[in-house]
């Protein structure tokens, strides 16, 4: 039940959220079927009807209106759809014009004490259509607040009237449904009741809002507030309350209400800083319920300032706007092209003040455009619409949204400008929160579109089958339209420059096109990117004319050349490069790359690369890595043998030992850049004694010639067996061995140097 007082507390919290608001025009259904003597038993349906009045202080005596309309008061049962709807609702009760609003809403606040629950049948098509009948043709903001704890007891025909004959008119005259439910069995079904019709035709009406058990009351206020009535809440609490500066800025209201018979309503503040802080106080009472309100009407200082509550056990609202800026983040000139949304600009929603913190998520940025109008000679305006984006920038403290106009192709006679306006507005819910209007509003240099058509659109290469760096190529036209704009431009000596660039999803680092060039006219064609030239022809005056001779036309075609010289591809296939054109002048060279011009394809058949030509440069690669290993090992640190070393092998047994030079190493360890292993000869011998490589200073390998075995070394007057690795044997230098050969013959050599 505490989410029906807080709905109406906030519903119409905004004459005061922006200056200069339009008319307001109310109209609460109030549901006084006899359920509500049951469910109602506080009678806050009525009190918070009151207390919506004190909030929203319609001003009366300038054109505000705020009306109840009850349920028929007894009744019969509606059987008959086409009688007149006023004839099945309740006496509507105004709020008195021509007195005070504080009198006004003391004698609303009677009539509504007094106000009987005692409708024999619940029906909502019938008040709604005399609710819409009576704001139909107002001006301002209109809004239907429906509070009710029941169903329809006619609900199929109830709410198929309702969607088919007040929807519609609803839509069209922009009038607010706010729908409050409560109780928990009735208020489920009257919550689905009308969920679909504030949903109905894609459109939002409003909202429905249930308050089954109260639990959520602080979260559905915050919500409420957030998205119906432009206004942000704190939710205090305590008898004696300290608020600091910002806290309460101007226009801000103190709502507190108790649930509890025989509650004081009221509240006061000890230490106003200064007279005339806030306006009257006022109050109202029911059965077991009551409330107090209090506009601040003047903004309160950095001093604190406390509020002290009559009665304990208070719930207590702070209710304020939010205090928002909004700006452009791009103040350079504008510039755009007629009936065109390519060009965008953005608008920043910020919190007033640079508190810090994030501006509210549920701000609406929209945005229309002005300019002149040729066919009545005044100025068109475009209808609001709605911008995309309001993500967070942490880095401004802003939400961005992104504006793209359309502007009309309204161009004075002989003009290829005019200048527009670009303006923006925030909302939250129905009520502006701040504009970008009049001078603040963003001035546009709008241009005509003009269109770049190639013919054909495509063409094959003058060459089939091409192969790796080879060139096809063909030829085409641009038809420049409208070819006056063109042409008049060249003639004030203000030539438009075309520029041409390839298009971005070309891949020429693999495919058919790998490492292929472009060339337009004998001039390369790049991507266009940041920084880089673009391939340009000047369309002056002197070409103009040679191409009007040349085509004997008045509005000739401009013929151009298009070559593809092929790179390495890495496949062969059919494969296509798109030319996009456009103007090099400012807006039409910030346009997307192909929202000016129809591309020009031209079409190659590449041949596929034969084995060399696919695998030549891996096969490089491979033989130069083969080469850098092989320079590598023959050039890698190895042992050799001293010069003047000699293996000296004993004439008989027991010596003379008679030195002998070594052989030369076998062709395959040479080539095959092996440690050198000499073989150990003498003369006149069949075959070498064995074999010796160097293993360190003065030790050598000795390996035996095959079939011999048993290498000794002498020791002492004796011998032993020489140290071995199975293979070859470990022998010094100055020493003597003997070894057993393949023919048993024992055989003595020692290891020496030439002196």
């Known amino acids: 039940m505490r989410l029906l007082w807080l709905l109406l507390t906030a519903l119409l919290l905004t004459p005061v959220a922006v200056q200069a608001q339009a008319r307001r025009h109310i109209v609460v259904i109030l549901d006084t079927s006899k359920s509500m003597i049951k469910n109602d038993q506080k009678r806050l349906a009525t009190l918070s009807t009151a207390m919506l009045f004190d909030l929203a202080r319609p001003d009366l005596a300038s054109g505000d209106t705020f009306e109840v309309i009850p349920f028929q008061s007894g009744g019969q049962q509606w059987t008959d759809s086409s009688e007149p709807c006023e004839d099945r609702a309740g006496a509507v009760i105004p709020a008195i014009r021509g007195s005070s609003s504080a009198a006004a809403g003391a004698d609303l606040a009677d009539k509504l004490r007094r106000a009987p629950y005692d409708a024999n049948w619940t029906y909502f098509y019938p008040p709604l259509c005399t609710a819409v009948k009576r704001l139909e043709g107002r001006e301002g903001q209109k809004v239907i607040v429906v509070v009710t704890d029941g169903k329809s007891d006619r609900s199929d025909l109830d709410q198929s009237l309702i969607r088919q004959k007040l929807v519609p008119k609803m ?3 922009s009038i607010q449904l706010q729908v409050l439910a409560f109780g928990r069995a009735e208020g489920a079904a009257a919550s689905a009741f009308f969920q679909p019709i504030v949903n109905s035709g894609g459109a939002s009406l409003g909202q429905v809002f249930e308050d089954l058990s109260g639990d959520l009351l602080l979260e559905n206020m915050i919500e409420i507030f957030g998205r119906c009535c432009a206004y942000t809440s704190e939710i205090v609490r305590g008898n004696r309350l300290q ?15 108790w649930k509890t018979a025989g509650a004081k309503p009221g509240f006061e503040f000890p230490s106003e800083p200064k007279p005339g802080l806030a306006n009257e106080l006022r109050t109202a009472s029911e059965a077991g319920a009551s409330y107090a309100v209090r506009w601040l009407t003047a903004p309160i ?10 009665s304990p056990n208070a719930i207590v609202a702070i209710l304020r706007p939010p205090e ?47 300019g002149p109008d040729r066919d009545s000679g005044r100025n068109y305006v475009s209808d609001w619409e709605a911008a995309s984006g309001g993500a967070l920038n942490a880095d401004r403290d802003a939400r961005i949204y992104r504006v793209c106009p359309v502007f009309k192709d309204t161009f004075p006679e002989g003009s290829d400008f005019y200048l527009g306006r670009l303006e923006a507005r925030a909302m939250r819910g129905e009520v502006v929160l701040e504009t970008l209007t009049g001078v603040e509003g963003m001035a546009a240099t709008v241009r005509p579109l003009l269109r770049i058509r190639s013919t054909p659109s495509k063409a094959g290469a003058d060459r089939q089958s091409l192969g790796r760096s080879e060139v096809g190529c063909a030829n085409f036209s641009l038809v420049l339209e409208p070819w006056e704009r063109f042409e008049a431009r060249a003639g004030r000596g203000e030539p438009f420059r075309l520029t041409a660039a390839l298009d971005p999803k070309l891949d020429l680092g693999s495919g058919p096109l790998a490492g292929a060039s472009v060339r337009l006219d004998g001039r390369p064609v790049r991507f266009k990117e940041p920084g880089r030239a673009l391939w340009e022809a000047q369309l002056d005056a002197d070409l103009i004319a040679r191409l009007k001779r040349a085509a004997n036309a008045d509005a000739p075609e401009f013929p151009l050349k298009v070559c593809v010289e092929t790179g390495r591809p890495t496949e062969g296939g059919t494969a296509g490069v798109e030319l996009h054109f456009s103007l090099a002048e400012p807006p039409y060279r910030d346009m997307p790359l192909g929202a000016l011009s129809d591309p020009f394809t031209i079409e190659l058949e590449v041949a596929a690369p034969d084995f060399w030509q696919r695998y030549w440069s891996l096969l490089t690669l ?5 080469l850098l ?18 293996m000296a092998p004993a004439g008989a047994p027991g010596g003379p030992f008679l030195p002998q030079p070594l052989g030369e190493a076998p062709l395959f360890r040479k080539l095959a850049g092996l440690d050198s292993e000499l073989p150990f000869e003498t003369p006149g011998s069949p075959a070498p004694l064995g074999w010796v490589r160097p293993l360190g200073r003065d030790l050598y390998a000795f390996r035996p010639p095959q079939g011999a075995h048993g290498l000794q070394q002498e020791d002492g007057g004796g011998w032993k067996d020489a140290p071995t690795d199975g293979e070859t044997y470990t022998i010094e230098a100055r020493r003597s061995y003997r070894y057993q050969g393949p023919g048993g013959e024992m055989r003595t050599f020692r290891a020496e140097f030439e002196q």
């Open 171 to 173: 839509l069209d005259q």
């Open 243 to 257: 608020l600091r500066g910002r806290v309460i800025p101007e226009n801000a209201a103190v709502v507190a209400f």
């Open 301 to 310: 200082p950095e001093a604190p300032v406390e509020i002290q509550l009559a």
């Open 324 to 370: 928002i800026e909004l700006e452009w983040t791009d103040l350079s000139p504008f510039e755009t092209l007629a009936t065109q949304n390519d060009l965008c600009r953005e608008v920043a929603v910020k919190l007033r003040g640079g508190s810090g913190e994030e501006p509210p998520d549920d701000i609406a940025v929209s945005f229309r455009v002005h």
């Open 622 to 626: 491979l033989l130069l890595l083969l």
């Open 629 to 646: 290993a092989l320079l590598a090992w023959y050039t890698r640190y190895r042992l050799t043998l001293p010069p003047d070393f000699r």
